[in-house]
Structure formats: C-alpha cells, structure tokens
C-alpha cells in the first residue's frame, strides 16, 4: 500500500504515541469500563457447534451470554441470514455466494456436517428467525449485528425495514438496546444512522490503515454516527491506552475475538465493556470471578431451554433403531415430525431428549411411515401365515 506523505506521518504519531504509552500500561493498569461488562457469543458458542446456526446460538443462550452475534448477508430474494463468509463454501455442502441462493435454495444446504456429524443438516438462520426465536425464549436478549455487505445500500435498506416492522428500531443505547449495528464499513454505519438515528452503531477495525481511522484512535473519537469502537483484541495489546482515550469521550469499547481466559482476563482488567468469543462459558467465569458484569436477573436467560426454534428438526423421545418417531418442538415454522430411520442408524449421535436438525420436508416422515406400513404388513403376513401352518397341521 503507498500511503501519501500526510498519511505517513500520521500513522508514524500514532506509533510513536503507542510505543511511548506501552510502559505506563504495562504497570498493571486497571481501569473501570463504562457498563457492566458483556459477554458476546461470537456467531453463537461457536467453538462447540457450528457457527451461525440454532446450535450455536442456543449453547450461548444456555451459557448465560448478554449478546448473540449475527453476520448478515442478503440472501439473492433479500432476506437478511446470519453467515459470515460471502460464500457458503466453508461452513455449508453447497458451493457459490451466499448472493446467489434465494433463502429456499440455501435452507436446502447442510451448515452443520462440515463441523461435525453430530450437527449434520443443521439449517441456515435467517436473522428475522433468530430474533424471533431468542426474544421468544428471552425478551431481554439483545444481538450484535454485523453488516458485511451493504449490497449497494440495500442490506441497511432491508435491515432497517425489518427491526422497524418488529418494534426494535428504538429499544435503548449501547448499553441496554436490543439491537447493536457494527461494521468494518463506516459508510454502513452512516447509513444506518441516516435511516435509523435510534439504532446504536459499532465501529470494526483492525489496525488504523487510514490516515482518518489513525486520527480516531488517537483522538479517542470519532464521526457522530459512530457510538461505540470496537478494535479487535491485537490493536488494544498493541495500544491499551485505546480504551481509554475512547472511554474519555464516552465511547464503549468491544473487542473480538478472544477465546483465551488469561487474554481475557487482561482485556477485563482493562476495562473493556464488552468481548466477542467463541467460548462464552469461560468469559462468564471470567467475568463473573471479578462481579464486572451483568446480573443473572438482568440477563433473564432461561435455565433450560426447553423447546427448539426452527430449523432444529425436533427432539429424540424413542430410541429404538429403524422406525423411530422424533416428535416435532411445540411451535414455529420449519419444525417437522420424523419418524426417520437412517439418522438414528448411529444411536449414541441422537440419544434421547436430544434436539436434532435433521430436517426433511416430509420425505423423512413418508419414508418411515413407508417402513411403518412395510414393516405391519410383514409382520401381518407372517401371524396368518403361522395361522394357516397350524390349521394345516390341525
Ligand atoms: O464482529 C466482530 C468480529 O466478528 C469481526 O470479525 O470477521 O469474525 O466478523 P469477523
Ligand atoms: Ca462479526
């Protein structure tokens, strides 16, 4: 990259600054975060199932997170789904943009067999999906939504359109709102803030690659349609005082993506406000060791979840081999009764009371019911065929 000599200069200050700030930090520095501090499920408990899916999503819930994070990207019919790649390549058996499949076409796809067979033919989660289903299970749960391709301003268009008809365009701040918009694209945010100035917006960066991002970090401040900053876990090592200087303006700060306890600890210690990690059980441990964080109550989270969301298939209440019946979870779409035989073929994948996404629009229930009748009728023919014997033999 050439950087004009104005550019240059700047991100030399910005060097020298940090390199000059480094051993006042490094005598143990503790400071106060703004907030108690969050914990943020980084595409779900993504470390234990695979990312973006209700698995992953529900192990957060279950671990007692603030937040639940969604990637989002339009699907080509412009539904708003929770994925982070722009292609489905890595975390589906499909291939192409996500850009390409309209939403039917990509719940088709497996998210969940690249991860693990447990998890095999988990479905994709359309955002709208998710809220409903977490606000279902928590009204108080809140989400970290990350726009990862404005799609020519039409991701923030149809994003905006969404929380509108759900109610949540106007829930609270940084602090408390249901919803909390971040991107690495600032102009994402501005727009955002031009169609929604209540929905509160994150900045995603790295390392200040601009001579415009160098002066806000230094400065500890930014554009007004930027609320909170949220370097990732690399830049404030580098710099610790960051948090400060944006602390000092009033500017929350979130880091990402820190599975470490020590690490974690250190950020805390900080005084950050909040953490995206694939690990939320160790962050709640962390978090809750030193009481900087959430209550219990606060959070609201359900001890058990005791029912799935779409996309999980249903729950496993027989174990029996070929024929079983899994009953379908009580409510939503995309919830199907099974009575499939092959998806058991491995017991100890699906023992019972576990919720399974091995979804299959009504094949997987002709299929067994198929078996069901087959299997009677075998059974039938065998009881007159011992009948007939023993008449015979009469
Ligand atoms: O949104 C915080 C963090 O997730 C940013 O990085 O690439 O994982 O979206 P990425
Ligand atoms: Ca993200």
Known sequence: MILRPLASMKLLLWTTVVLAGTPAVLQAQVSSSLSPQLNIAHRGASAYAPEHTFFAYDLAMRMDVDMLECDLLLSRDEVPVCIHDTSVDRTSDGSGAVSDFTLAELRELDFGGWFSEEFAGARIVPFEEQLDCYLRHNPQMRFHVETKDSAGGRAEEVLVELLQRKGLLDTGDVNDSSILMQSFDAGSLQRIKQLAPSLPTAFLFAAPTTPELALWVLSGSGPDYIDAFAPNSAAILLDPLIIQRFHANGHHVHT???????????????????????????????????????????????????????????????????????????????????????????????????????????????????????????????????????????
């Open 256 to 394: 990402w993506t820190v599975n470490d306890r020590a690490q974690m600890d250190y950020l805390l210690d900080l005084g950050i406000d909040g953490i995206f990690t694939n690990n939320p059980d160790l962050l709640r441990e962390a978090i809750d060791a030193r009481g900087s964080g959430t209550t219990a109550a606060t959070r609201n989270n359900p001890v058990e979840l005791v029912s799935g969301c779409p996309g999980v298939a249903g729950r496993v209440v027989s174990q029996h081999g070929p024929g079983d019946v899994w009953a379908a979870n009580a409510d939503g779409p995309g919830v199907y009764l099974l009575a499939e035989a092959e998806s058991v073929a491995q017991p100890e994948q699906a023992p019972v009371g576990r919720d399974v996404a091995g979804v299959r629009r009504g094949g997987g229930s002709l299929d067994g019911l198929l078996m069901i009748v087959l299997l009677g009728g075998l059974r039938l023919l065998t009881v007159l065929a011992r009948l007939r014997a023993r008449d015979d033999v009469g």
